[in-house]
């Protein structure tokens, strides 16, 4: 369970001495579950994130403020006209519990000083920020539950401990009293968790660890002679904490984060928890908001692609129709050719084709309506119009299939992407592309610079650049690579632009590594077998209307890579 109430203690007493005293100066609310404080403290601002977002909820302080949307929510003016400027006193736990109360010294409207409160719930998707009077009374909440009598005039209620005991006013006879009673099948570390603040199942379970027991044994395989050893592990764990603790990041096995030593575990010792949780939640946090910034971004564009894909079906069908146009034409030149042999008002007609050997007869379907001049003028001007219709259809398939092809750069940009720049370079081209509605207008927000292409050092210690969406890939092809730079794309398939950032003969060490990128950042990453064309730089060109990432090349060779087995060449920062 990331950030257990154990863990939670540790980092309340890191963040309050911190920033006791501290005051207030400004207040955002960068998303619908975020809030951060930039509070003065002797020499600095310290910014303090709070987050109660339903999977990583949390508070620490971060390094730089997030940014935020033009307009402030309401729950973010409240906070502002309360607690802006105001002295934050203590920051303190509820017992071990994870909730955790922030104490400011305000001002009301008459000028007096009065007493505010955050209540700051860590508690899942029942994750809350509440904002209380001095008696105690909800001005509003972060997320407003009326079922829950969660709304502003309410008194605030705070969540059932469930009779859970703090085990640092623990005595050893309250300990062996406690065991005592526990029913024989009863796993040890579930009793730990369901009776203890702050003792998540990992915590519980460290006990039973440090006790030299296993992790589930139950309280009828130990005697009287063992509880001590428990109650002394116990007691163990509760000391490491009271000095500070130990955060670690387990990045293998538990794969995830404590202020305490877990026995069996080699992990990440961080120097304190307040930039343990930062990085890993922070870390976790990325992740998740690129996931949901990908999962956006595919929805968006799922309906254009569908719509492109049966788009070019029935333009495949109409061109077939129309290559019908040569066939009207020697029709009509047959039925000239044997005008005497037409009747009036007939349906069919047989006339000798002399385009072929021994002239067969061919049957041709006529409107018996027409005469026969009015027939043969009628076949003719089909052949004209389906000629016609046979230009126009080739060149509307021709535009759909470079769409769909575009789009399936796209998709696979979207997927490759590890970072938020990128994906926003990517949905700032889509909105101008008039694919992502209600996106027209580019973006008032500050946007983070883009990284640019990604840079890789070869074995022979040659500059390898990498493009990662339509942008980079056109920064990287005609701005960044000279003429004589080496330039390579996987063939056929939507992929990076790669180049090579040398002039002359490329070693062939530097070539495979450029290849196997291009191939990598590729439709084709799965494969065993991918070929990947590489030409000089001044191959390559930008045909005139084409849209970002869509070029033509020649006079390129051809080398075959495995994708799927090599060593990733070093990454530059």
Known sequence: ?????????????????????????????????TITLQLRVPGKTEILLISTDAIYPRIHTLGEQPENPLNPPAFCMLLRKYLEPSRLLKIEQQGLDRICHLHFEGINPAGQSMELTLVFELMGRHSNLYLLSEDGIILDALKRFQDKGVAPGKPYVTPSAQGKIDPRGLSAKQFDNEIRLLPAPTPIWKWIAESFQGFSKVAAKEVLSRAGFDPATERRELGPEDWPRVQDAFMDLLSELRQGGTPTWYREGLRDFVAYKLTGFQGEVFENANSLIQTVLGKRQEAKEMDEFKSRLRKQLANHYKRVVK???????????????????????LLTASFHLIPQGTSTVEVPDYTLEDAPLVTISLDPRLSPSANVQRIFKRYAKTKASQKHASLQLKKTRLERKYLEDILLQIEFADNTAI??????????????????????RKTPASPGPDRYLSVDGITILVGRNNQQNDHLTFRLSGPNHLWLHARGVPGSHVS??????????????????????????????????????????????????????DEAKTILVNPTDFQMPVKQT
């Open 1 to 33: 369970m990331p950030l257990d109430g154990l863990t939670l203690n540790v980092l309340i007493r890191e963040l309050d001495p911190l920033l006791k005293n501290g005051r207030v100066v400004k207040i955002y609310q960068p998303d619908e579950t």
């Open 311 to 333: 788009k070019e079906a029935l333009q495949q069908t109409t061109l077939q129709e129309a290559e019908q146009a040569d066939l009207y034409r020697h029709q009509g030149e």
């Open 500 to 553: 090579i950032l040398s002039e002359g003969e490329i070693p062939p060490g530097t070539l495979l590594q450029g290849a196997q990128l291009a191939a990598y950042f590729s439709q084709n990453r799965t494969s065993p077998k991918v070929p990947v064309d590489y030409t000089l730089r001044k191959h390559v060109r930008k045909p005139k209307g084409a849209g970002p990432g869509f070029v033509h090349y």
């Open 423 to 444: 994906l926003r370079e990517i949905e700032a081209e889509l909105a101008s592309s008039g694919y992502l509605k209600g996106k027209s207008k580019p973006s008032s």
